[in-house]
């Protein structure tokens, strides 16, 4: 027993190395550590290495025992050091998650009406057709099914977690890799002949890859019937948009059939000094488990919303979580504030089918400026966020907003995306 439970004065020693390590680790800019992976920021220890090495130290205890470092554990067997950072807090602009941005072409073949919420009728059709075209196991439901890990409609639709994550806390879910985002104006009424525009944002290779289901589902969906009429759309052109500009390549050929090119580079442009953002869809955000409303909004709020769910994407369907300080991008947040701000509230109802009952769906509309001069290590996140939303119900539609970078007095106002409008 007494190899397995060190004796009293060998676990203060431990305590004492620990100390020692960790205060060195703080103050030194070289490598010190050997037995695992060092970054700016983070150390990555194989704890197992650790304890063949030094019998007398428990694993445990090899963690810093000051305030000066933070510790997350990662399944017991390896841990995260995240060291105090030395230099800013600029993130890594270069870590992109990937995206594809298809534009739906439909040409209405019924009269269709779309109230002030269409991406909830869109999202709702489009669950229901994936489900019909991917599900072996009919009129069973997903919760406990034996394939629910390696279900299609699953990692879309209710994309699982294992509620913990080592940099971004405890997470109940994994967010919804695409975005459903209605380009034509509405509330609407389509009579036959009439054009439709649907964006369809793809997040990730994974997702990238179920593709050809994702479609085959939206046009099913479309040729059933969207909104409460049941009017009935024909999916006539698939085109893959280019973020940075407004070039497009079909994704259908001649025969009608899907082929989905390369995409084409997510490359953020330089920041500008000021911008201002463009609410356009309601922006529906939690703090601190109450609603924001436009007396409570903050740009600290938005801007760290962004951050979250950016990194979660690149957790969960990306190339891993980014390498942030958090803390410093959160106190970099809360000192900045939104100027010439237009805020005010939105309310929208969805018809729930699941709970057979009206939900209450509004959030935040309107326009807000922000200078970048100083948190330029938002701007990537700004710019991305144009076209992964923001808050709540993103899968939605909800959450979009748009860039309008703003010159010096006497200059061009140009918006950021007005080739994509």
Same mark, same amino acid.
């Given at each position: ?207 990238? $890859?179920?593709?050809?289901? *994702? !479609?085959? =589902? ?6 059933? +019937?969207?909104?409460? @009429?049941? &009017? /009935? ?39 500008? $000094?000021?911008?201002?953002? *463009? !609410?356009? =869809? ?6 601190? +488990?109450?609603?924001? @409303?436009? &007396? /409570? ?39 900045? $504030?939104?100027?010439?701000?237009? !805020? ?15 939900? /209450? ?61």
């Amino acid at each position: 027993m007494s190899n397995l439970f060190p004796s009293a004065s060998a676990r203060r020693a431990a305590r004492h190395r620990a100390r020692a390590r960790s205060e060195a680790l703080a103050n030194t800019n070289q490598e010190p550590c050997q037995t695992g992976v060092f970054t700016e920021r983070v150390c990555v220890i194989d704890l197992p290495t650790v304890a063949s090495r030094d019998r007398s130290l428990p694993a445990r205890q090899f963690l810093p025992a000051t305030s000066a470092a933070r510790r997350r554990l990662d399944s017991g067997r390896r841990a995260i050091l995240s060291c105090p950072p030395r230099g800013n807090a600029v993130p890594d602009a270069a870590r992109v998650i990937p995206l594809d941005i298809l534009d739906l072409h439909f040409v209405a073949e019924s009269e269709v009406a779309f109230g002030s919420f269409p991406g909830s009728a869109w999202r709702g059709a489009l669950g229901h057709s994936l489900k019909r075209l991917v599900c072996i196991m009919r009129r069973r439901p997903c919760e406990g099914c034996a394939i629910e890990v390696s279900c299609l409609y699953t990692r879309l639709f209710e994309p699982r977690s294992d509620g913990r994550d080592p940099l971004l806390g405890r997470v109940d879910r994994a967010p919804q890799p695409f975005v459903l985002d209605c380009r034509t104006a509405t509330p609407c009424r389509l009579r036959p002949g009439d054009p439709f525009l649907l964006r369809l944002v793809l997040i990730g290779r994974e997702t990238r $890859e179920a593709a050809v289901y *994702l !479609l085959r =589902a939206v046009e099913e969906a479309a040729r059933h +019937g969207i909104g409460p @009429g049941r &009017g /009935r759309l024909r999916l006539a052109a698939i085109e893959l948009r280019d973020p940075t500009g407004g070039n497009s390549i079909s994704c259908m050929d001649a025969s009608g059939r899907l082929r989905l090119p390369e995409p084409f580079p997510m490359t953020v442009p330089p920041a500008p $000094e000021r911008v201002r953002i *463009l !609410l356009e =869809a309601p922006l529906r955000m939690r703090h601190e +488990g109450a609603l924001v @409303g436009p &007396g /409570r909004f903050t740009v600290g709020m938005f801007l760290m919303n962004l951050v979250r769910r950016q990194s979660l994407l690149a957790r969960f369907h990306g190339d891993g979580p980014p390498d942030l300080d958090f803390r410093a991008l959160r106190e970099l947040a809360s000192r900045l $504030e939104a100027g010439e701000a237009q !805020l005010a509230w939105r309310e929208q109802l969805r018809r729930s089918a699941r709970q057979a009952t009206l939900m /209450r769906m509004g959030g935040l509309v309107g326009r807000f400026e922000l200078d970048l001069r100083g948190a330029e290590a938002f701007w990537p996140f700004l710019w991305r966020g144009q076209f992964l939303h923001a808050g709540k119900a993103t899968s939605m539609g909800l959450g979009r907003y748009r860039l309008e970078p703003l010159e010096p007095p006497g200059g061009r106002t140009r918006d950021a995306t007005e080739e994509m409008a």
